[in-house]
Each structure stands twice: as structure tokens, then as C-alpha cells.
């Protein structure tokens, strides 16, 4: 008697029906876009990208009715600040060193201690940028804007400090051994420091200028007219989304769907935007020039003798607040006896 042949496999099965689909595994882009992964970080990283683009619309195209309302004013701000927080809750195992060697590196991620940093800037530019605004001082007296923005440069000692030359020493380490444009990557680095430095500065004066208005009892628009402000509003923006997108941009390196030579690239893409404004303020601001060499003398005192002396984070934090505090009381009295 013939043997009946043995009844086909299920792998067999499949290979002989060609309309059957093969089960996928999960894409690593499927992955990253997940919504039950990292929920709250991503809606509101979706919600910042909304709020931002209409705020930004809003000053560029209509400035007047943008400032005769908070709410458009305020949202990106404390979405911002959200979404800093829930970074912090949702990557946890990041290394909690304030040293940051991954930042520009391939495959490397930055450290927890960054994510802390950024969360003391969003809420620092949040404060700033909304002590600008017209209608500002019908929610918080000036007199209460100005302490608290003054109190953050205080608690900013017990922040953690990234460094930049960390970030050159993880790029050297990690990119050279598999071939990365490793110069390339650190003029990347040193551009991010200056355009932080320079950006850092102006707006602090412009923050000071705004309240120096009120101080004097000032005419409004005398020192800040609404183009200051509109150029003062997109500065801040810009600066809050150089931050923020640190974290998506970051991700898509690490997972490797973007280079790190394109992270760096696409990191100093926007202060490309910074540089625009701030050509523009130069061209058409006023200058108060007791609050511009006020600021000017802080910061060179800042880069000179502060930044590389042997004190330690704290007590240089401490030097940095008394000549912020000394240079702008100094350009407060020169004005009070001049004008």
C-alpha cells in the first residue's frame, strides 16, 4: 500500500500562498511614533509645535492683536516648560552626570543632568518673555517680575552645568573611531557656545530695558517700541526652540535615523534666524547705552575672569548674579542722575 504523503507544514503553507502576508515585525519609526510610548511627551511636543507656529504667525503678521491678549503669549511658554518635565519623568535612565559627552556624538545621547538645565532655561525665558509683554503687569507687578526673574539667576547654583568642552571630549572619543567629521562636528559645538553666549545677552538687556520703562515711569514705547518687542518675542522663541527640539532632534540621532553630522547641523539651523534679528534690532533699536555697556562689561567679566577661574560652580554662579546685579544698579543711577 502506497504511504499517504505527510499533511503540509504551516511555514510550508505560507511559502506556497504567495497572497499571504508574512507578519512584520514593528519599523523602528512605527516605534518612535508609538502614542502608548512616552505618551505624555509626545502630545505635548505636538501641542508646543501648534502653539509656537500660531504665536509666531501671530507676532510676524499681526502684532497688534497678538499683544491685546496673554493667552497666545503664555501658551508656548509653559508648554515648553511641559514638555522639558516630562523629558524628565520619561528618561529617567539617562546618566545623571552633569558632564555631557554625547551631545554631538554618534550613537551617545545627552545626559539627565541636561534635561535638568534645560528646564531652568524654558522656565527662565518663559519668566523673561513674558514680563515684556503689554499686558504683563496685570497679572504680576513689575516689581514681582523683576525679583523672580533675579531669584533664578540666584537658584541657578543649584542647577546642574553642563559643559561645552565635555561635549568636544565625547565627539573626539566616539565620532573618530567611526570616521565622523569630527572638526566639523566641534566648530558645530563652538557655535552653539557663542550663539548662547551672544543670545544670552541680549536678551538680558532687552529684559532689563523693558523694565527700565516702568522704573523711570516711562511714556509706553519710549525705550521699547512694539517692533523691539515683536524682534524681543521671536528672540525668546527662538531660543525656547532651540532648546526643546534639542530633545526630538536628539532622539532621531540616537536611533540612528538621522547622522550626527546632520543632528549638528540641523541643532544651529535655527540660530540662523537669531542672527537675522538680531541684525535687525541693531539696525532699528535705540540703544539705552548705560544698560548696553552695563551688560557688555558683565558679560566680558563673565567670559574673562568668572568662567575660568578655579571657584567652584557655585561661587561662580554667585560672582555671575553680583556683577549682573552690580552693572545694572551702576546704569540705573548713572540714568537716574542724567535724565
Known amino acids: 500500500m502506497t504511504p499517504r504523503p505527510d499533511p503540509p507544514t504551516a511555514a510550508a503553507a505560507d511559502a506556497a500562498d504567495p497572497i499571504k502576508p508574512t507578519p512584520a515585525r514593528p519599523s523602528k519609526l512605527g516605534k518612535l511614533l508609538d502614542p502608548r510610548r512616552h505618551t505624555d511627551h509626545k502630545v505635548t511636543g505636538l501641542s508646543y509645535i501648534i502653539t509656537f507656529t500660531v504665536a509666531a504667525l501671530l507676532i510676524t503678521f499681526n502684532p497688534d492683536y ?56 524654558q522656565i527662565l525665558i518663559a519668566l523673561s518673555i513674558f514680563s515684556v509683554h503689554p499686558l504683563a503687569d496685570t497679572v504680576l507687578p513689575h516689581s514681582m517680575q523683576i525679583a523672580i526673574v533675579y531669584f533664578m539667576f540666584i537658584y541657578r547654583e543649584f542647577v546642574p552645568k553642563t559643559s561645552y568642552a565635555s561635549w568636544e571630549v565625547g565627539n573626539n572619543k566616539v565620532n573618530s573611531r567611526s570616521d565622523g567629521w569630527v572638526r566639523f562636528i566641534n566648530i558645530q559645538v563652538k557655535l552653539v557656545r557663542w550663539n548662547f553666549v551672544l543670545k ?13 520703562e516702568w522704573l523711570f515711569d516711562l511714556p509706553a514705547n519710549t525705550w521699547l517700541t512694539q517692533y523691539d518687542r515683536v524682534l524681543y518675542y521671536l528672540l525668546s522663541m527662538d531660543a525656547m526652540h532651540n532648546i526643546t527640539t534639542a530633545f526630538f532632534l536628539q532622539t532621531l540621532k540616537f536611533k ?67 556683577a549682573k546685579g552690580v552693572t545694572v544698579l551702576a546704569a540705573t543711577s548713572y540714568l537716574y542722575l542724567t535724565l
Open 66 to 121: 497678538y499683544e491685546s491678549t496673554l493667552v497666545f503669549h503664555s501658551l508656548p511658554a509653559i508648554i515648553g516648560c511641559l514638555v522639558c518635565m516630562s523629558a524628565l519623568r520619561n528618561f529617567k535612565q539617562l546618566p545623571k552626570k552633569a558632564e555631557n559627552p554625547g551631545m554631538f556624538a554618534k550613537n551617545r545621547t545627552f545626559s539627565y543632568a541636561f534635561l535638568v538645565e534645560n528646564l531652568w532655561f
Open 200 to 212: 544670552k545677552g541680549l536678551l538680558f538687556y532687552l529684559f532689563v530695558v523693558s523694565q527700565g
Open 256 to 322: 540612528g535615523f538621522i547622522s550626527a553630522e546632520t543632528f549638528s547641523f540641523l541643532f544651529n539651523a535655527s540660530p540662523i534666524v537669531g542672527v537675522f534679528l538680531t541684525i535687525r534690532l541693531i539696525q532699528y533699536h535705540a540703544f539705552v547705552m548705560p544698560y548696553l555697556v552695563g551688560v557688555l562689561i558683565e558679560t566680558a567679566i563673565n567670559l574673562k575672569l568668572i568662567y575660568p577661574s578655579k571657584l567652584s560652580y557655585p561661587w561662580k554662579n554667585r560672582c555671575q548674579v553680583i
